[in-house]
């Protein structure tokens, strides 16, 4: 179906439908989104059910348990779905393409959570999908991601946004009886159990043992039984979420547009500090898209005077990497500039931010492909150089806190031998006074 529908629209297979049609002139936007429904209709006439839904629907029901989609479709082939299929069961909110952006901006997820009047956003949901749309819209939302698997997307089970994987949709209710934990998180456990007895480090300025590292390591047990379930459902292209906990890493603000240059006196700034020669990578995943009456402008940069980057009229997911040029902290700085003279009450770009430093810059997806790895192999490379880099920061800051020893140590013999000097200056003027005194009173016959 996506290959007919980049046919039509005359697009490569690395370009995102949606974003496409979003890109070209209003005027042509109509034609290209009804070319897309076409062929949604048709493909609508053949579709089937995954397995097990008619049993997790049963139980969700008896559960209490309630449902919502959201879909990059538009509604006509959601509604099928639902009249043929699963007739009866009730979904509340449905989020099609109408809401934009659309996934894999997390948007729509948010949105379903808001009129859940759910306070920690979608941290409190399961995402059940089948593409890499939606374990990334899962995973930015903050929930727990569970994979649909199949042949196509089978390659998806050790990404880094997947936290389980079932291959039938009534698989889910064991899940939701008897929790789970996640794939990535039992990796890292087993990597850091693995790890504990070789990197324990005695010297004379700090001793620690591994668990130093444990930060790195959460290992999240879902137990989505045990607390009051909400659930979104994926069906045929649908995304299905259910509440669960799921602990979220990105740093998400709002940041208000101001025209000319009142913007800059409301720059926004992140502060992080990083090592000399150290890989950063600051992902920046920014709603709205350009052309929207605003534009959101980048400054990466350290406290020393290195530029890093200033990106311009900045929308989605955008990703930066650059090597640090001193021992020094790095602010990333955003500026959102109101281009548009249509009055909209308080326009503000929503921003999700993500540094990562060192051994979390690296892309152990790649490192795993590439030379073949286990999951498990992968989460002891990615552990022994966070823990090879805790070392070399404490090798750091004891380098520091030797030279600054010896700086005091320095200040101290200078103070001491600038006292004895003051003081013996002070015992000579003072000789020399009592000399010359005398000396006067004998010239004048005083004495």
């Given at each position: 179906m996506f290959g007919e529908m980049r046919s039509a629209l005359a697009i490569p297979k690395d370009v995102d439908i949606l974003?496409?049609?979003?890109?070209?002139?209003?005027?042509?936007?109509?034609?290209?989104?009804?070319?897309?429904?076409?062929?949604?209709?048709?493909?609508?006439?053949?579709?089937?059910?995954?397995?097990?839904?008619?049993?997790?629907?049963?139980?969700?029901?008896?559960?209490?348990?309630?449902?919502g989609i959201c879909?990059?479709?538009?509604?006509?082939?959601?509604?099928?779905?639902?009249?043929?299929?699963?007739?009866?069961?009730?979904?509340?909110?449905?989020?099609?393409?109408?809401?934009?952006?659309?996934?894999?901006?997390?948007?729509?997820?948010?949105?379903?959570?808001?009129?859940?009047?759910?306070?920690?956003g979608g941290k409190s949901l399961i995402m059940v999908g089948d593409s890499i749309d939606d374990m990334t819209a899962g995973y930015r939302a903050g929930a727990a991601t569970v994979l649909l698997v199949n042949e196509v997307n089978a390659h998806l089970a050790s990404h880094e946004h997947t936290d389980l994987c079932i291959e039938r949709l009534d698989d889910l209710i064991k899940v939701l009886e008897e929790g789970f934990v996640s794939q990535i998180a039992q990796a890292r456990a087993q990597a850091e159990e693995a790890l504990k007895p070789r990197?324990?480090?005695?010297?004379?300025?700090?001793?620690?043992?591994?668990?130093?590292?444990?930060?790195?390591?959460?290992?999240?047990?879902?137990?989505?039984?045990?607390?009051?379930m909400k659930i979104l459902l994926r069906?045929?292209?649908?995304?299905?979420?259910?509440?669960?906990?799921?602990?979220?890493?990105?740093?998400?603000?709002?940041?208000?547009?101001?025209?000319?240059?009142?913007?800059?006196?409301?720059?926004?700034?992140?502060?992080?500090?990083?090592?000399?020669?150290?890989?950063?990578?600051v992902t920046a995943t920014i709603s709205g898209y350009r052309g929207d009456?605003?534009?959101?402008?980048?400054?990466?940069?350290?406290?020393?005077g290195n530029d890093y980057g200033r990106p311009r009229d900045v929308a989605g997911e955008n990703r930066y990497a650059f090597t640090s040029?001193?021992?020094?902290?790095?602010?990333?700085?955003?500026?959102n500039l109101l281009t548009s003279q249509t009055h909209v009450m308080n326009p503000s770009r929503h921003v999700e931010l993500d540094i990562d430093i060192g051994a979390d810059a690296k892309d152990w997806n790649a490192v795993q492909a590439g030379e073949k790895l286990k999951p498990v192999e992968t989460e002891l490379r990615r552990i022994e150089e966070v823990v090879a880099e805790v070392v070399a920061e404490m090798d750091y800051l004891r380098g520091r806190e030797q030279k600054l020893r010896d700086t005091n140590e320095s200040t101290n013999e200078r103070v001491k031998w600038f006292a004895?000097?003051?003081?013996?200056?002070?015992?000579?003027?003072?000789?020399?006074?009592?000399?010359?005194?005398?000396a006067y009173f004998r010239s004048k016959h005083l004495i």
């Open positions: 974003d496409h049609v979003y890109s070209l002139p209003a005027s042509e936007q109509d034609e290209a989104q009804e070319k897309i429904r076409d062929i949604e209709r048709t493909a609508m006439k053949t579709q089937k059910p995954q397995a097990g839904l008619t049993d997790l629907m049963d139980y969700l029901d008896r559960r209490g348990i309630r449902k879909t990059r479709n538009f509604d006509m082939p959601v509604k099928h779905l639902i009249d043929t299929f699963i007739q009866g069961h009730m979904f509340e909110p449905i989020i099609t393409r109408e809401l934009r952006p659309p996934k894999p901006d997390p948007a729509g997820i948010l949105h379903i959570a808001e009129q859940w009047s759910l306070d920690d990197y324990e480090v005695d010297n004379s300025v700090s001793s620690f043992k591994h668990e130093t590292a444990s930060r790195f390591l959460p290992a999240t047990l879902l137990k989505p039984a045990q607390v009051e069906l045929a292209g649908c995304l299905l979420l259910i509440a669960s906990l799921h602990v979220a890493s990105a740093l998400k603000f709002d940041i208000q547009a101001h025209p000319g240059h009142e913007a800059a006196k409301h720059e926004r700034c992140i502060r992080n500090f990083v090592a000399k020669d150290q890989l950063v990578v009456g605003q534009t959101l402008n980048l400054h990466i940069k350290d406290a020393v040029h001193a021992d020094s902290a790095f602010d990333v700085c955003f500026e004895f000097g003051t003081m013996g200056m002070l015992v000579g003027l003072g000789a020399w006074q009592v000399v010359y005194l005398r």
